[in-house]
């Protein structure tokens, strides 16, 4: 088999994967709204939390354009993928964009503070990634962007006075990112992904509680993640990632999301290439060793690359 036949987009493969783990996500959905046993209850809020993951691997797939090689069925599948976020896919793309512009640059490295950086606030932003609670800001601000794209769009909302805040959090860059975004297909891609939650909640007669753990179980799995991939790597805009060790079954939900300095390097690889494009010299801790580090919380920045040494 070619290099390049191995690095096709896996389209049919990708429909496969999300309509099975769709079926996943209701069946535990339903289990923890409808059971009277912890056991129960406990065991598919963790079980969706992992689904969840794969899901947002997929929609990352489609953001990249690559989660099936016809665009139209590409966009239609990361919509709606994107409702079980839920997110709008619109948004969640140029967000991601913008991640990739800037990530390592002194615009997007949350795990230093530089002199003059505000301390309280580098961590304040730091454990709402550890704890889970950066997830809610993305459905909130779907919601909030719905009724206030005509303001938002196109303007810097931070003044002289907050100038310190949109570049210390990076919070000017994802709004300027806004600008690529057509209003209307942005309240479309909200009103798609409300959509799929309100569908989800009224087919299967879903209990608040049963909704909620299973959200907050996936929160927490997933933002332990979205940053450990990066936390204390090179600050260099290609390489300033981690192929992370982990359990093969646990790479094998993520698609492979593990291997994420490879997708740095050449955001066009489909998932399923991304370990043959592992180099044997590539820095690959282990998530935990990266993961338990975090929590120490973020780090002063250092004069040079080579006083960052996450292994040790």
Known sequence: ????????????????????????????????????????????????????????????????????????????????????????????????????????????????????????????????????????????????????????????????????????TSAQEFLDSLDAVPVWRARLDIMIGLSVQLALIFLLDLSLAGWAVCYAAFAVNWSSLQYTDHAFSDLDNREGAWNLKVNGLVRMVFLNYHHHLVHHRDPSIPWVALPKHVQATDPSPSFWSIYFKMWGGPRPLPVTDDAVNPAE
């Not at 896996?10 to 339903?30: E, S, V, Y």
């Not at 953001?63 to 069925?73: A, L």
């Open 1 to 168: 088999m070619t290099d390049k036949a191995i690095d096709q987009t896996p389209g049919t493969l990708n429909l496969t994967i999300m309509a099975a783990t769709i079926l996943g996500i209701c069946g535990t959905l339903w289990a923890a709204s409808h059971t009277q046993s912890w056991v129960v209850f406990i065991g598919a809020a963790l079980i969706f939390s992992f689904l969840g993951n794969t899901m947002y691997a997929l929609m990352h797939e489609a953001v990249h354009r690559h989660f099936h090689d016809n665009r139209t069925i590409n966009e239609n599948a990361g919509r709606i993928i994107a409702g079980f976020f839920p997110t709008a896919f619109a948004l969640q793309r140029v967000f991601h964009l913008s991640h990739h512009k800037n990530s390592r640059t002194e615009r997007e490295r949350f795990d230093y503070y530089a002199p003059g950086e505000k301390r309280f606030v580098k961590f304040v932003q730091w454990y709402c990634i550890l704890t889970g609670l950066y997830w809610i800001l993305l459905p909130l601000f779907s919601v909030i962007y719905f009724f206030t794209a005509d303001l938002i769009k196109g303007r810097r909302l931070f003044g002289k006075s907050g100038e310190w805040f949109a570049k210390q």
